[in-house]
């Protein structure tokens, strides 16, 4: 059967129990590795120093016997080695005959006399392995020897300490093993059960859930995740009360203006409303309202809409000006307003029609909500950014400026004022859109100022 066939493999607890045990088997084994190599080494150098003093040793005692003695006799030699030589040693000596003299192996002594034949067969087993060394006195040739060490093991000492080295290494493995197969278990079950929990609340959420809570998390990574769940649950909760508020003011004001259109077309219909100029022209109206408020509507989708790529150029503030200034010049003589405009810069990196329609609402909103006065657009550098403000005379109370961007908010509860409450909004999308934000503030000599900051260098997203 396939892997995905089994869920529990695929689970967080065996996935995480299985890349903690074998972290930990591997370190083991790295461990093990390099002890391994570690005590091969030292028992190399061993073997090497113990061979050199050894060699030494025979040469000083089998040249002295010729000096002085002027034979290789067994007997002679075994006196004059007694008590030089470990367990773990070996000595093998043939005379100018090739005849074995002496052979001393793992603590037992053999003379020419019995041990010829345990001599042969020494040399046979052992003889590839031997490095033999002439020995020659006043250019006569005595006979050689081969010396050495049969291993560091072969002392009981050494044999002991081998066998403790073996049994702690494979007894430490085993217990390490076993810990790490607790302590992985152990924290995977507690890292499972709170990406679970996690999880469970995740899904509550995408049911629609927005009451959701999740206990103390320890895992830095997954506390994380939960905090940003809990915030995405308030900011969902929020996005549908404002949604359903929203929906409920379109609503409104489309029920006001189409019950209105249809009492007055009932009446004319029904001959108890004449048709009047008047009256028709109240009825246009109406529709104009409802067709401004289907047009921001769709405006502000568009702009919000993730597909919505702006199309930045380089902006020039003066002509920019001046086309506000034609579109508002007739309706700011009637509001006793006058447009003055100020730039300090010479082009702004931008979408120009949609700075165009923000700048347009926000002196549309100067001209239906500020005091007769003059509006002043300026354009300025500040910092890495572009300020564009727009200020107008007359303040907004302090307690409405947080309402001031929302959806469908005209100021006052009234819903017979003008405008669709879209306006500003519309312009902090448009801000967003281009990489900046907008700002207002009432200036301490009683004025209203929006400011639009956009960045000098956004990139657009791809």
């Known amino acids: 059967m396939k892997y995905k066939s089994f869920p529990f493999f695929q689970g967080l607890f065996f996935q995480g129990f299985l890349a903690f045990f074998t972290g930990t088997v591997f370190v083991l084994g790295c461990l093990v590795g390099f002890l391994y190599w570690g005590v091969s080494t030292s028992i190399q150098g061993w073997n090497r120093q113990e061979n050199q003093s050894i060699q030494e040793t025979v040469r000083q005692v089998l040249t002295e016997l010729v000096r002085t003695k002027n034979s290789l006799e067994g007997s002679l030699i075994e006196k004059a080695i007694a008590g030089k030589l470990s367990s773990s040693a070996f000595v093998y000596v043939e005379d100018a005959k090739g005849t074995v003299v002496y052979l001393y192996r793992q603590g037992e002594v053999i003379r020419s006399e019995s041990g010829t034949g345990q001599g042969k067969n020494f040399l046979r087993r052992h003889g590839k392995d031997l490095e033999f060394q002439e020995l020659r006195e006043g250019g006569t040739y005595w006979g050689r020897y081969a010396a050495g060490t049969l291993g560091f093991e072969m002392t009981e000492s050494n044999a002991q300490l081998l066998a403790n080295i073996k049994r702690s290494t494979v007894g430490g493995m085993l217990v390490s093993l076993l810990l790490a197969f607790l302590v992985g278990f152990t924290f995977s079950r507690r890292i499972a059960t709170q990406s679970r929990i996690v999880a469970e609340g995740l899904t509550r959420i995408s049911e629609g859930k927005r009451d959701i809570t999740f206990p103390s998390i320890l895992v830095r990574e997954l506390q994380s995740i939960a905090r940003n769940a809990e915030?995405?649950?308030?900011?969902?909760?929020?996005?549908?009360?404002?949604?359903?508020?929203?929906?409920?003011?379109?609503?409104?004001?489309?029920?006001?203006?189409?019950?209105?259109?249809?009492?007055?077309l009932e009446g004319i219909l029904d001959g108890v409303l004449p048709p009047t100029p008047e009256r028709m022209q109240k009825i246009y109206r109406e529709v104009l309202r409802m067709q401004s408020l289907v047009q921001d509507l769709a405006e502000l989708s568009r702009i919000e809409s993730p597909e919505f790529k702006p199309s930045f150029t380089l902006v020039s503030p003066s002509k920019l000006f001046a086309d506000l200034s034609s579109r508002f010049e007739v309706l700011a003589g009637q509001k006793g307003c006058a447009l003055k405009g100020r730039w300090q810069v010479e082009s702004v990196w931008a979408d120009e029609k949609l700075l165009f329609r923000a700048l347009s609402n926000l002196v549309q909103n100067a001209l239906q909500y500020g005091k007769p006065g003059d509006i002043e657009v300026v354009f300025e550098s500040d910092g890495d950014h572009y300020s564009i403000q727009v200020?107008?005379?007359?303040?907004?109370?302090?307690?409405?400026?947080?309402?001031?961007?929302?959806?469908?908010?005209?100021?006052?509860?009234?819903?017979?004022?003008?405008?669709?409450?879209?306006?500003?909004?519309?312009?902090?999308?448009?801000?967003?859109?281009?990489?900046?934000?907008?700002?207002?503030?009432?200036?301490?000599?009683?004025?209203?100022?929006?400011?639009?900051?956009?960045?000098?260098?956004?990139?657009?997203?791809?």
Request: aromatic share 6%; no cysteine.
């Open 391 to 462: 200020t107008n005379p007359g303040t907004i109370p302090e307690e409405r400026v947080p309402f001031l961007f929302s959806r469908m908010y005209r100021g006052n509860s009234s819903r017979n004022e003008e405008g669709t409450g879209l306006g500003l909004a519309i312009v902090e999308a448009i801000a967003k859109a281009l990489g900046g934000r907008v700002e207002f503030q009432n200036t301490l000599d009683a004025k209203s100022r929006f400011r639009i900051l956009l960045h000098k260098n956004f990139t657009q997203p791809t």
């Open 231 to 264: 915030l995405l649950q308030s900011q969902l909760a929020r996005e549908e009360s404002l949604r359903r508020q929203w929906t409920s003011d379109i609503a409104h004001d489309l029920r006001t203006p189409v019950s209105a259109l249809r009492g007055q």
